[in-house]
């Protein structure tokens, strides 16, 4: 499945800086790739309204029982807080019996640099691999 594409959620002044997450997440077997899929979809939904959210795009890879997330916010904190809201914080305690894996990278980038790309989110995600 290609990638979702970036959502612009709200601006963000082109010469202030964004918080960037860029998750991975491969899930055990092939019978939790649609629930994973599904319980994707409802977090996308959540972070477009979430507050702080600049933009969010996702990717799916179900041959390789992998999801990616890619996301732009204020701040750490505004992303902090959606990460404890409603259905985030569900999901993450329902899917984490299905989870094999998951790598998170944080960096900052230039509000003007948006929409994000996954070149960039894939090369830190590889790094993360290799530590």
């Keep these: 499945m290609p990638a979702l594409p970036w959502i612009p959620v709200s601006d963000a002044p082109p010469t202030s800086e964004v918080v960037v997450m860029a998750s991975r997440f491969r899930v055990r077997g092939f019978r939790?790739?649609?629930?994973?899929?599904?319980?994707?979809?409802?977090?996308?939904?959540?972070?477009?309204?979430?507050?702080?959210?600049?933009?969010?795009?996702?990717?799916?890879?179900?041959?390789?029982?992998e999801f990616a997330t890619l996301s732009a916010w204020r701040d750490r904190a505004a992303l902090d807080a959606a990460v404890r809201g409603e259905p985030h914080r569900s999901v993450m305690r329902r899917q984490r019996a299905a989870m094999a894996e998951s790598a998170f990278r944080f960096w900052t980038a230039p509000a003007g640099s948006l929409p994000l790309g996954w070149e960039e989110a894939d090369r830190r995600l590889a790094a993360a691999d290799r530590t």
Aim: hydrophobic share 55%; glycine share 6%; charged share 20%.
């Design 32 to 65: 939790h790739v649609l629930p994973f899929f599904v319980d994707s979809m409802r977090v996308l939904a959540q972070m477009r309204k979430a507050e702080g959210a600049v933009g969010v795009s996702l990717v799916a890879h179900p041959l390789r029982r």
